[in-house]
């Protein structure tokens, strides 16, 4: 009796501390919720006024954004729309996807810019029709629009994607390029072989270039072909100031991609400006040994 006498107790006990919580956790409910609704308007209101801030902003925010965001992607002032897109672009996702997508068709090529920049590196698949459509059209030649977008062909695999790139291999310039390097992305073996020839070329900017683009074309096979250059200190970029000029070598980009190409991660800080010392590239080649 005493037993049940004990559990009848601690029952009433625990009841009671639920009933107690239950207001609690529905008042903290409420006010998480006008959190929410304080953020989504502060939001709205920030792409609005067309704060860059905004986009920090939706990016902490999360899926909570979207609702600004979509809103956002129809107003009237193109400084909001282009925001818009940028929003989207570091939310990522089937959402972005179609706000990008009414990026590309907008009035504005300010708008178009932003949005071809964001669908450049991993473009959600659902905005893939509308990227081939425009690459395939040949009419936009503003802002670098279509070389941005035939960069974000490569991650959009399939035969129509190859089509249009293949079609764009004619152009000349900077978009038979960038088409060349996504095909060469997609598998496409001459290209790539082009690419990696570009390593020998006699001009150092050719060849650090072409050391980025096979970290673009992100085929761990070809790291082999860039660790040669580890040993090519030819100056070949200036990333100084117009008063000190500072020259980066192709070697110091051979790090970076190479770093890249393995998933390495070195003791030493990176960054794409670096003029790498002679014991980091050293250490590189030591960690490159270990993961043979």
Known sequence: MKNCLQITVLAAICMLVSCEKKPNDAGNNLNNEAIKMTDLMTLEKMLAEGQTEAVEMAEEMGEQAWP???KAAKMENYESRQLAMYCAGSLEGPQAGEILTLGLSDDDVNVRSAAASQLMDDPPENAKTALLHTLSQKTERSHQIPEMLALGAGFLPGDDTVEV???LLSEGDD?????????????DQECKNNIIGELSDNNPFTRYNAVKKLEYIDDPGTFQHVVKLLNDRAEAVNVGTSYRSRYRRVCDQAVDSVIYLLELEPPFEINVTKIYSDSEILQLREMIQKKK
């Open 68 to 70: 600004a965001i979509l």
């Open 165 to 167: 790139l293949k079609g």
């Open 175 to 187: 978009l038979a390029e960038n088409a060349k390097m996504a095909l060469a992305k997609l598998g």
